[in-house]
Antibody, heavy 118, light 108 residues
Framework: EVQLVESGGGLVQPGGSLRLSCAAS????????MHWVRQAPGKGLVWVSR???????IYADSVKGRFTISRDNAKNTLYLQMSSLRAEDTAVYYC????????????WGQGTLVTVSS | EIVLTQSPDTLSLSPGERASLSCRAS???????LAWYQQKPGQAPRLLIY???SRATGIPDRFSGSESGTDFTLTISRLELEDFAVYYC?????????FGQGTRLESK
């Protein structure tokens, strides 16, 4: 069974940093592209970033230069390093995996809440 | 970036009625890589439809998807109480994947 479990969320001051983790199990982690998607309170889904199995990355313009996605295939873990955080980064952050190549995101974690506030 | 615009923002219907949710893309969606998700409060999104019209595993056949050019539609043939939720369209055909802003389906 595919499982994705996020952790690392919490309260952080504007300008601060935080690292999210996503522990993956039930599949061969290294072979899948992994994504981060966020959802501000009461708002819609917004894609944040993606990393492929070789470590190539892509980011939404809103986080480019501030967030870094990475993965440790030996630990089956996905990361999102967030810095220079702003109030508008407040959201539930989900890690997600496609069902398979050519298909959309089909497996999601339960999400971890990041609150940026002084 | 492909912008997806959903309409209406809110749809108020009764159980047993038919629901039609719309999603318009700002440009062509490669290979009809358009999906629909259902999300309930406090839960992660649930995949309903992929490839514009294919139902995901375990999704009831009252859910269907269609496309006409850059216009996509999710239809729920006969609403059940469990269907009242927020629905998002999502394109995964470009490097920068995007979501629509969502349609809230509420019980009248």
């Amino acid at each position: 069974e595919v499982q994705l479990v996020e952790s690392g969320g919490g309260l952080v001051q504007p300008g601060g940093s935080l690292r999210l983790s996503c522990a993956a199990s039930g599949f061969t982690f290294s072979t899948y592209w992994m994504h981060w998607v966020r959802q501000a309170p009461g708002k819609g889904l917004v894609w944040v970033s993606r990393i492929d199995g070789d470590g190539n990355t892509i980011y939404a313009d809103s986080v480019k230069g501030r967030f870094t996605i990475s993965r440790d295939n030996a630990k089956n873990t996905l990361y999102l390093q967030m810095s220079s955080l702003r109030a508008e980064d407040t959201a539930v952050y989900y890690c997600a995996r496609v069902i398979k190549a050519g298909l959309p995101l089909g497996y999601w974690g339960q999400g971890t809440l990041v609150t940026v506030s002084s | 970036e492909i912008v997806l615009t959903q309409s209406p923002d809110t749809l108020s219907l009764s159980p047993g009625e038919r629901a039609s949710l719309s999603c318009r893309a700002s440009q062509s969606v490669s290979s009809n890589y358009l999906a629909w998700y259902q999300q309930k409060p406090g839960q992660a999104p649930r995949l309903l439809i992929y490839g514009a019209s294919s139902r995901a595993t375990g999704i009831p056949d009252r859910f269907s998807g269609s496309e006409s050019g850059t216009d996509f539609t999710l239809t729920i043939s006969r609403l059940e109480l469990e269907d009242f939720a927020v629905y998002y369209c999502h394109q995964y055909g470009s490097s920068l994947i995007t979501f629509g802003q969502g349609t809230r389906l509420e019980s009248k």
